[in-house]
């Protein structure tokens, strides 16, 4: 009994199926990933590039000096704390700061624990 011969099956066609079944990327791939990357660079190279505000025509060759940059509310309600050598009540600090609640509490939770500030008592809190 004779065999019956089939077509013969190219070298292309086996290297494009195992790739298939195996998720072996192709240049292609490769290429598209590639042009991906580079686009997400230019991204992230002109999101930390700083972005100069117009001045109404005019050029300031001033730098801006650690104290002229705004401060945090952190840095607000510190400053308020330090104000009071024998404590500041939550009240106090939330007049001068003009915070609400939740986020002043937030802040004075992470004061307290990054050790900038301690409580005196319930609700008086002291710079360190």
């Given amino acids: 009994m004779s065999r019956r011969k089939g077509k013969s099956v190219s070298f292309d066609a086996m290297v494009k199926f195992f790739m298939h079944n195996y998720n072996i990327p192709t240049k292609n791939d490769i290429d598209r990933i590639m042009e991906r990357l580079d686009q997400l660079e230019r991204l992230v190279v002109d999101m930390n590039t700083p972005r100069v ?3 109404g025509g005019q050029a ?3 730098k801006r000096s650690r ?3 705004a401060a945090t509310a952190a840095d607000k309600v510190f400053t308020v704390i ?3 050598p024998d404590g500041a009540s939550f009240a106090d600090i939330q007049r001068r700061t003009g915070f609400e609640d939740k986020k002043l509490r ?3 939770f992470r004061l307290h624990k990054n050790g900038r500030i301690h409580r005196k008592s319930r609700g008086m ?3 360190e």
């Fill in 67 to 69: 104290s002229s940059i």
């Fill in 60 to 62: 300031s060759s001033k």
């Fill in 82 to 84: 330090q104000t009071f």
């Fill in 125 to 127: 809190y002291v710079a």
């Fill in 106 to 108: 937030n802040i004075i």
């Fill in 53 to 55: 505000k117009a001045t």
